[in-house]
């Protein structure tokens, strides 16, 4: 039985088989928390649960777990991942003894443990309590902590309601769903005087409705930042992929005043990826949405700002000065500035595609439509590695995945480890040579004409679900003439502006490019944007925190 010593509403559990200890956490938890931090203990991962649901039920806040690793029946790693379910934002801690340190270090991957303790920790002030003290301090200004729910109200087959779903759900916004075909749905429409035909609804904490949000107020308004606090900076980071947040980590943490503007989540790509296993650090594999948390977090306390929900729509030089203009009129501008926009998957050309997309038809993974996958067929468009990585997530609960690829085999463009999960996932069947032709379907996908490019045969087959990843373009339309790019859009940079030995002609410093440098001076491009990138999420880390080092060495030029 959990036992709790009383005080505020926001909770420290420990949980340990062993009385002793488990008095012992507890005692030295309250001498240092007990004035502010009400303390629950354990002695089970069993007992343990079923306080944390309990707080649940109340309502209250749990803002550290602390658990044995070693504990019968459950122990410390397993308790924690049931933990997560009730408890997300909640600290997770595992006691450990020097020989269970391996198990410790498995633990960051399996249950994004953020400590781990050696016992003895005494004394606690060296120990125990610095510890403690930064984990309950990186709760406090998390976005983890409960809030009244945001309620969406949406037709089940809408493209709109689908992105306002995408949107929340990729920049890690609680909500709650309602189909309007419910009688949930209908009553909450009716207390909102909202009119079916205008749909989706949003009821915000307070109960305020927003009728068919765009991303820009709908992000206002669940407590997301979208105004900059300044208007001039050291460096603007325009894009929150792996290269954008890994600018924005190494810029704030070496002292630019630096803001990162996102046009829809953080992420990127990658942050809709369901399994990244090559990933540096990461033996176990690392989902996207995870990795981007992490790195948001990271950019975030080292000071950096996010600003999300706001689209740019200019670049320009003004002397010294570098202004980023936005959609609505506004600007800042800064020193410096790094592209990090990212590209985004080309659209199906397929009859029909165009009509179905959000209905059945999804660019990306859109991992709040998988739920709705379990047990029915689902086919997958594409053969590199974000394709087969939405391949083995949507296995896990599809009847059945194919894998629709227009080369002769997958080896041309996925990474090999994933070639093998694929042919070893009894459910997921591979059709080389095929394209989709045509989409069928009225108000959501039901159909698909597929066609055999050596045979010339087509097929016509049932399919509610399908997702596409068939290459992609980059973002860059918006710079029009500001920077050199190639034929495809791709930015030039570096090397690539001087291919004859001479810069370009507009340049107007006496060296040459830097090696990330466009071709405006102080104007750096990380990442998938650029042309001839390697497309990887570590190369686009490693491109942002070289580009920070770049616009250093530029600043200490100007």
């Known amino acids: 039985m959990a036992q709790a010593v009383e005080g505020t509403r926001t909770v420290i559990l420990t949980v340990d088989d062993d009385p002793g200890v488990s008095r012992a956490v507890a005692r030295d938890l309250r001498r240092r928390y007990g004035q502010s931090y009400r303390i629950v203990r354990a002695e089970s991962g ?52 020097y020989a269970d340190t391996n198990a410790a270090i498995d633990a960051i991957n399996v249950v994004d443990l953020d400590h781990y303790l050696l016992k003895p920790w005494d004394p606690p002030e060296e120990k125990l309590y610095p510890v403690l003290d930064d984990l309950l301090e990186a709760w406090r200004h998390s976005d983890f902590r409960p809030v009244p729910s945001i309620k969406v109200v949406g037709h089940r087959w809408s ?18 769903w309602y189909s309007v075909e419910e009688p949930e749905g209908q009553r909450l429409l009716a207390a909102a005087g909202a009119d079916e035909h205008r749909l989706p609804l949003v009821i915000t904490p307070d109960g305020s409705p ?8 709908l992000a206002a308004r669940v407590g997301l930042a979208t105004t ?12 929150g992929g792996p290269a954008g947040l890994g600018a924005a980590v190494y810029g704030a943490s070496e002292g630019l005043r630096t803001v990162l503007v996102e046009r829809s989540a953080t992420g990127g790509q990658a942050g809709q990826s369901s399994r990244i296993e090559n990933y540096l650090g990461f033996p176990d594999g690392v989902s996207g949405g995870q990795l981007t948390e ?43 500035v790094i592209l990090a926009t990212g590209v985004q998957y080309r659209q199906l ?77 009894p459910n997921i ?60 859009g791709f930015i030039l940079a570096g090397p690539d502006l001087t291919s004859d030995g001479r810069p ?50 530029y600043l200490e030029q100007s």
């Open 294 to 336: 992490r790195a948001r977090r990271q950019a975030a306390k080292f000071g950096a700002e996010i600003l999300t929900a706001r689209e740019v729509t200019a670049l320009e030089v003004n002397g010294a000065a570098r202004v980023v203009r936005f959609a609505d009129g506004s600007a800042i501008a800064a020193h410096s």
């Open 429 to 488: 069947s591979v059709r080389c040579h095929t394209v989709v032709e045509t989409a069928h379907g009225s108000d959501h996908l039901e159909n698909l004409t597929l066609r055999h490019m050596v045979t010339g045969e087509t097929e016509r087959v049932d399919a509610q679900w399908m997702f596409v990843f068939i290459g992609a373009a980059p973002l860059t339309d918006w710079l029009d003439d500001t920077v050199l790019r190639d034929e495809r």
């Open 210 to 217: 927003l009728v068919e949000p765009e991303a820009p107020e």
């Open 159 to 176: 493209a709109r309601s689908s992105e306002v779903r995408e949107f929340l759900a990729r920049n890690q916004v609680p909500y709650r």
């Open 228 to 239: 900059p606090t300044a208007d001039f900076y050291d460096l603007v980071v325009i894009g």
């Open 349 to 425: 050309a397929a009859a029909g595609c165009a009509d179905l997309t959000g209905c059945g038809v999804f660019y990306g993974s859109a991992l709040t439509e998988a739920a709705s996958c379990q047990g029915q067929d689902v086919y997958v468009v594409g053969g590199a590695n974000s394709a087969g990585q939405a391949a083995m997530y949507l296995s896990r609960g599809a009847k059945s995945v194919t894998l629709l690829v227009r080369g002769p085999d997958l080896s041309v463009s996925m990474s090999h480890y994933l070639v093998q999960q694929i042919g070893e996932a």
């Open 46 to 97: 069993d007992s343990a649960l079923d306080a944390l649901r309990e707080l649940k039920l109340r309502g209250d806040l749990v803002a550290v777990i602390l658990a044995d690793y070693r504990m019968p029946q459950m122990n410390g790693i397993e308790f924690l991942e049931q933990a997560l379910d009730v408890y997300p934002g909640a600290r997770r801690v595992l006691l450990t003894a």
């Open 504 to 553: 370009p002609q507009s340049w107007e410093l006496d060296r040459p490019p830097y090696h990330l440098e466009t071709s405006i001076p102080g104007v750096f491009v990380a990442g998938d944007a650029r042309a001839e990138s390697a497309k990887r999420v570590a190369s686009a880390v490693g491109e942002g925190a070289m580009a920070v080092m770049l616009v250093h060495r």
